[in-house]
């Protein structure tokens, strides 16, 4: 059975997602997680609305009501803890109009994340030409020094998928411990949580996001972490969490950190 908490699970209402809100907190329960955070994508603050994607995330509207269904879960299931998160894309230029919707709502936490380089959405098979046309060097470098900001810019608790740019499993020719290195002392210094997350078992890459040699970075630098399978179906809840839990341990991890409104604090031991 599988007990370590899930905070990185999504919603049909971001239109690529399937399922029922309620079926995922069952199938949860069923696996013998204790505790689950929703964290569905927020609407696309930077873009004007009639040019909004709706089926990359759900529409202005409907985040007031989704707050509510997690409210309502809440109260409706005793017998497991489930907390009120939103995943936030990370555009440079457009962290107040983030703000404004983060501050406006209770949430539990906020994970933070990088999925756009200069409008392009990197991660979405739909633009995957474009991979043909970019120095791969380049792009991990600029990737991670926009998830640097993403850190330091004090909007997140925890940085989601903190590897996404090597999904489709283009790699650089170069080492990337210095990146690492860097990284995790930035994730340090600001005070933010990484993501352990599972979805890259998923994806053409086949590896858990962070990279091993990232999280050990992470670890040495003592960056606290999570663990999220990036659910967009119920069956993908606590999707293979086995072997996350096995790569924490590896590296040197203990524990996991959890939030309630904001707050974070160590609670389970791995």
């Not at 409210?71 to 404004?100: M, N």
């Not at 119920?234 to 939030?259: C, E, H, K, S």
Request: hydrophobic letters at 40%.
């Amino acid at each position: 059975m599988t007990y370590w908490p899930d905070y990185h699970i999504h919603t049909s209402r971001c239109g690529h997602a399937t399922g029922e809100m309620i079926k995922y907190v069952e199938q949860a329960i069923k696996l013998g997680i204790k505790e689950i955070g929703f964290a569905d994508h927020i609407p696309m603050y930077w873009i004007d609305e009639k040019q909004r994607d709706p089926s990359l995330a759900m529409r202005e509207e409907q985040l007031p009501e989704y707050v509510a269904q997690v409210l309502r879960l809440q109260e409706d299931y005793s017998e497991i803890t489930i907390r009120l998160g939103l995943e936030v894309d990370y555009i440079p230029g457009f962290e107040d109009k983030a703000r404004l919707l983060i501050d406006a709502y209770p949430f539990d936490y906020v994970l933070g994340s990088v999925h756009y380089i200069d409008g392009w959405g990197f991660d979405n098979p739909a633009y995957l030409e474009q991979y043909r046309h970019i120095n791969i060097n380049d792009l991990f470098h600029r990737y991670f020094t926009q998830l640097q900001a993403a850190a330091r810019s004090g909007l997140f608790d925890i940085m989601a998928h903190p590897d996404l740019v090597k999904k489709f499993n283009y790699r650089p020719a170069e080492n990337l411990q210095q990146l690492y290195s860097d990284t995790a002392r930035v994730l340090k210094e600001a005070g933010v949580c990484l993501e352990v997350n599972t979805a890259g078992l998923r994806a053409p890459v086949n590896e858990i996001y962070p990279a091993p040699d990232f999280l050990a970075a992470c670890c040495q630098y003592g960056v606290p972490v999570t663990l999220g399978s990036d659910a967009h179906a119920p069956g993908q809840v606590g999707y293979r969490f086995d072997l996350g839990r096995d790569m924490l341990i590896q590296v040197g991890y203990t524990g996991l950190a959890t939030f309630n409104q904001r707050k974070r604090s160590f609670g389970w031991p791995i």
